[in-house]
């Protein structure tokens, strides 16, 4: 149930947040800024996450149809999430992903 409760938290900030350049971010790049700890977008909630978890869920992102923009909001950090406004596009990025992320956290299932 706390890997649920991940996935929605992930889900959620994402769709929340955002900051602007030109390039898209990595899959090392996302794994990184989703474990800062309290300067991620999770907050406290990615201290739980394990590297391995972590990359797989940037993976995931990098690989999905979200935006640049989305996947620049997740590496800015909390300061940064309340700008940005999801399009239909990423709502809907985000919803379609939520299986892998799960996948991605929950041991036995691949990630």
């Not at 889900?11 to 947040?17: D, E, K, P, Y």
């Not at 955002?18 to 700890?37: F, V």
């Not at 990098?62 to 935006?67: E, G, Q, R, Y």
């Amino acid at each position: 149930m706390r890997r649920f409760g991940a996935v929605v938290a992930i889900s959620t900030v994402l769709l929340a947040s955002g900051c602007g350049s030109s390039s898209r971010p990595s899959a090392d790049d996302i794994s990184s800024a989703l474990r800062k700890g309290q300067d991620s977008v999770l907050g406290s909630a990615s201290a739980s996450l394990t590297k391995k978890e972590a990359d797989c869920v940037g993976k995931v992102f990098v690989d999905s149809k979200l935006s640049d923009s989305a996947l620049k909001a997740v590496v800015a950090g909390n300061k940064a999430y309340k700008a940005y406004k999801p399009s239909k596009a990423d709502t809907a990025a985000i919803n379609a992903l939520a299986a892998k992320i799960y996948a991605c956290l929950t041991p036995g299932t691949g990630g």
